[in-house]
């Protein structure tokens, strides 16, 4: 079952997907979700944004170290945990 | 050596005339204005509500993580040039792709994202700009575009010379296939300018028409924006004719100067240069030329000073030549302005029908001509020129002749 987290990260990666690629899930991979290079960076905009918390990763680093939407959520929560606990 | 030929084996374009090469020629053969309200909602609440829009782009087959890092006048550039290839009948996979290339004009840059981009950062407070601002407003983004959508790999590069961008590109382009870097060339021009920040700018040069654009009449009161661009094959004469291409059309030879004078205000001398370099590139005399296709943008200085040009370079064989400016019809399409206008010269040395001077009225003294009023007129063409003389005083103009 995904998480309150999970779900809301899902619906800001879909606003920037391909839409004709279906249900995504964490285990969907990011080259499948349809999107240019720099779309990425975009994304992770958005998080950092929504969360208050800076993901510090250029686009090539995104690419190299997120492999799929889950590891996009991990990324987020380690940032979210070490903010709150701070 | 004999100079190597430069042939037009492929045609491109979009403007408010038309989406394509045949529908634009098709208005210009009936002297028809796309000078109109404009609907955008990039146009906000600037004052000036005409121009020559494009209403309705057709459908494009493209891959969606492309289109999102492309502005529309990258856009104009790519559709253009897809055309233009598909006319050429050149299959790029079947070629050595490292010797075709292509140079795209532009006389402005992204204008719509650099529009949107101030808006959501100064207006809406947006913390941080869009990931794809950057690549989408560069100058060159348009011949880069070409470049990977249609899979170039010899010589790419961007040209801005302001309203003569196109025809800076077509003498650049021309250079690389007579240098040897290249076999085949795309080259024209894009611009869309129908933003908000750029016909602000336009409103504050006072430089546009309150109603429509009225090239040579004495009514004129300006220029009317428009947007479009326009792309063309070029190669050897050798290389068309070894691949059995149709060729459209000779690029006889292109000239340039500068005025260095004044940034807006035009001379006598910048512009009767680059003509005079133009036919002697092209090898041919005044009496060469049948139709000059007018940079005629429509205002009291330009209008007059060309007219006082052209009678300067071609001395008593001005009086038969035939003269329009087709801007008129598709406005003032900035650096895609010599793409278009190319399209009308090619038009009528192929067919022999000189595209009309639109909206024309009055008979202005200053810029007696026969401008070819409203009616296109038949005529055999041997050879035009097409003009265009910039802001900047950059000056570019090029020569087309029946192949």
């Known amino acids: 079952m995904a998480d309150d987290l999970t779900n809301d990260i899902i619906a800001k990666v879909k606003a920037h997907a391909d839409p004709g690629i279906g249900e995504i899930t964490p285990e969907t991979e990011l080259t499948a979700l349809g999107i240019h290079s720099l779309e990425l960076t975009e994304i992770i905009f958005d998080l950092e944004e929504a969360y208050g918390i ?24 380690t940032l979210i945990d070490k903010k709150t606990s701070a | 050596m004999t100079r190597q030929r430069i042939v037009i084996t492929g045609l491109g374009g979009l403007c408010a005339l038309g989406t394509d090469v045949e529908s634009i020629c098709q208005a210009m053969r009936e002297g028809r204005s ?74 402005i840059f992204g204008a719509e994202t650099a529009d949107e981009n101030y808006f959501a950062l100064l207006v809406e407070k947006k913390p941080r700009a869009s990931v794809f601002t950057v690549p989408r407003i560069m100058p060159s983004a348009p011949a880069g575009q070409v470049s990977m959508i249609h899979g170039l790999r010899g010589p790419v590069f961007g040209v801005t010379s302001a309203c003569a961008s196109s025809n800076h590109a077509f003498g650049a382009a021309a250079d690389q296939i007579r240098l040897g870097r290249a076999d085949v060339m795309l080259a024209g021009g894009t611009d869309a300018p129908l933003v908000y920040g750029v016909v602000k700018g336009w409103e504050a040069l006072r430089a546009l028409a309150r109603e429509t654009c009225r090239p040579f009449s004495a009514d004129r009161d300006g220029l009317v924006l428009g947007e479009g661009a326009g792309m063309m094959v070029l190669e050897s004469y050798e290389h068309a004719k070894a691949r059995g291409a149709t060729i459209l059309a000779e690029l006889a030879g292109s000239g340039m100067s500068a005025d260095a004078t004044d940034i807006v205000a035009p001379t006598i001398e910048g512009p009767a240069a680059a003509m005079q370099a133009c036919l002697r590139d092209a090898d041919l005399g005044i009496d060469d030329i049948d139709y000059v296709n007018a940079h005629g943008t429509g205002t009291k200085a330009n209008d007059q000073i060309e007219t006082a040009a052209i009678r300067r ?29 190319a399209i009308a010269c090619i038009m009528a040395v192929r067919e022999g029908v000189v595209p009309p001077t639109a909206n024309y009225r009055e008979k202005d003294p200053e810029c007696d001509l026969d401008v070819t009023p409203n009616k296109a007129k038949r005529r055999n063409v041997r050879a035009a020129i097409s003009n265009a003389f910039a802001f900047g005083g950059t000056n570019a103009v090029v020569a087309f002749k029946a192949a």
């Open chain 2, 34 to 107: 796309a000078i109109g309200e404009i609907s955008t909602p990039f146009l906000r609440d600037a004052k000036t509500r005409i121009g020559a829009q494009i209403k309705q782009l057709p459908e494009w087959d493209i891959d969606r993580r492309r289109l999102v890092a492309i502005d529309r006048f990258a856009q104009l550039a790519a559709m253009s040039a897809e055309q233009a290839l598909k006319q050429s009948g050149i299959e790029i996979a079947e070629m050595d792709d490292t010797r075709i290339g292509a140079v795209v004009g532009t006389g």
């Open chain 1, 54 to 77: 800076e993901i510090e990763m250029n686009t090539v680093d995104a690419w190299n170290n997120l492999k799929n939407v889950g590891d996009m959520v991990a990324a987020v929560r």
């Open chain 2, 313 to 341: 370079v071609f001395g008593t064989h001005a009086d038969s030549l035939s003269v329009s400016s087709t801007k008129s019809m598709h406005a003032h399409c900035m650096g895609a302005s010599g793409a278009i206008e």
